[in-house]
Nanobody
Framework: VRLVESGGDLVQPGGSLRLSCTTS????????MSWYRQAPGKERKLVAR????????IYADSVKGRFTISRDNAKNTVYLQMNRLTPEDTAVYYC????WGSGRTIYSGQGTQVTVSS
């Protein structure tokens, strides 16, 4: 099983980034996919989750209206479009595969660093 995040970078406040998580080794289309983030010295927190069929998604209050999660089941890939970034969005972003209802994580990636700074 592999989950490989990419797209993290250093970006100025107000900028945008698109994260990707490419997966293999499990049946991607049957899992809810989530993005979590962990800032230095802080707990890992859910950013967004999308249902296995892409028909529903939830977001942390702090990113609603700015971030969009999407998935392409044909490519076994989940995305996170991040707009109007702020320094508070600085964190390592992780991609997880798991359960929609409970949010339980089954598989997790290694993370990609996002730094928002001028």
């Amino acid at each position: 099983v592999r989950l490989v995040e990419s797209g993290g970078d250093l970006v100025q406040p107000g900028g945008s980034l698109r994260l990707s998580c490419t997966t293999s080794g499990f049946t991607f289309s049957t899992y809810a996919m989530s993005w979590y983030r962990q800032a230095p010295g802080k707990e890992r927190k859910l950013v967004a989750r999308i249902r296995s069929d892409g028909g529903s998604a939830i977001y942390a209050d702090s990113v609603k209206g700015r971030f969009t999660i999407s998935r392409d089941n044909a490519k076994n890939t989940v995305y996170l479009q991040m707009n109007r970034l702020t320094p508070e969005d600085t964190a390592v972003y992780y991609c997880d595969a798991g359960l929609w209802g409970s949010g339980r994580t089954i598989y997790s990636g290694q993370g990609t660093q996002v730094t928002v700074s001028s």
